[in-house]
């Protein structure tokens, strides 16, 4: 058997802290109720990091991008949460019906649960040779610089695509985006940005099928219907969407592909458990979407608790 990791049965145990769940952890920790935040990384902050451009579109401030947006939010969390946080906490497990996480740090109960797990990375259905391990990329920040002047590839179709490829283009030689679908599910504007852009090349309805190189990524295959061409990179850049961590409790509570369905008020299926940010539906993939509904499943969960809101 596993030992409870505390001895306190907590008021609530939030599961993830990304924007949604420090939000909720915030406003719950606020009105005194007994909060601990479970997040398997070393910081808070969620797929903030991911954000290669600027965040216009959140009302309380403007960010260079989503690192910085991280930074300020593991700042105002370690203020007011710095105790209620256990950092490092992978989860392991879930028992919803009894309020209880298992993680790589022991057992956790409450009297509620907020999912906030958010979404990870969609990675390449495709076999990567060993030696071409570090020319995919998933997030590419931290490799700016490493691609001055030289030819890379983009696959997918959505804003981070997108604005990876306007970003990059001012760096590398040569830009190619590569977009399975017909149309760019990207906002129109940055669309046409890219599709006026000298240095980017773009190419709808294509698949990558085929990596080369001696050592090292030097091209990839591309298939587009009938036809086949080759495509010049050093490396790879696959921004193919997310997909919603829900995966150790969704067979626990109603979901809809892979995501969970909540009412209005961000309430489960399961009785005092609670979901909010990117994993919901309905929902919207947004960072202020994400903060708002954290705190509406707070105002939920006080009320659940027997608190007047």
């Not at 939010?73 to 028992?95: H, P, S, W, Y």
């Not at 040569?174 to 679908?181: G, H, I």
């Not at 969407?241 to 008020?265: A, M």
Request: net charge neutral.
């Amino acid at each position: 058997m596993i030992p409870v990791s505390e001895a306190s049965i907590h008021d609530l145990i939030v599961v993830g802290g990304g924007p949604a769940g420090i939000s909720c952890a915030l406003e719950c920790h606020e009105n005194a109720l007994d909060v601990v935040v479970l997040e398997r990384q070393e910081r808070v902050g969620g797929q903030l990091p991911s954000i290669p451009s600027p965040v216009y579109n959140y009302a309380a401030g403007f960010f260079e991008n989503g690192e910085k947006m991280r930074d300020e939010m593991d700042r105002v969390a370690q203020l007011f949460l710095k105790d209620r946080i256990r950092t490092g906490c992978e989860v392991l497990g879930f028992n919803l019906a009894e309020k209880e996480v298992v993680t790589s740090k022991g057992k956790f109960k409450g009297k509620t649960i907020l999912l906030a797990t958010g979404y990870r990375i969609k990675r390449l259905d495709l076999p990567v040779p060993s030696e071409f391990t570090e020319d995919i990329i998933y997030r590419s920040g931290p490799t700016r610089e490493s691609l001055i002047g030289k030819p890379i590839a983009i696959i997918g179709g959505g804003d981070s695509a997108v604005f990876t490829a306007l970003d990059l283009a001012e760096y590398c030689s040569r830009v190619t985006v590569l977009a399975r679908s017909s149309h760019f599910k990207a906002r129109p504007d940055i669309v046409a940005r890219m599709n006026q852009h000298k240095s980017i090349d773009v190419h709808t309805d294509s698949v990558v099928t085929k990596l080369i190189g001696k050592g090292k990524l030097e091209s990839v295959i591309v298939s587009k219907g009938s036809d086949e061409f080759e495509v010049n990179c050093v490396k790879l850049i696959a921004k193919l969407g997310y997909l919603p961590n829900t995966d150790l409790f969704c067979e626990q509570l109603e979901t809809s592909r892979g995501h969970v369905i909540v009412n209005p008020q961000f309430a489960t299926s399961v009785d005092g458990v609670f979901a909010s940010g990117d994993i919901v539906q309905p929902g919207y993939d947004r960072v202020a979407f994400a903060v708002g509904s954290g705190m509406m499943a707070a105002r939920s969960i006080r009320v659940f608790l027997g608190h007047t809101p």
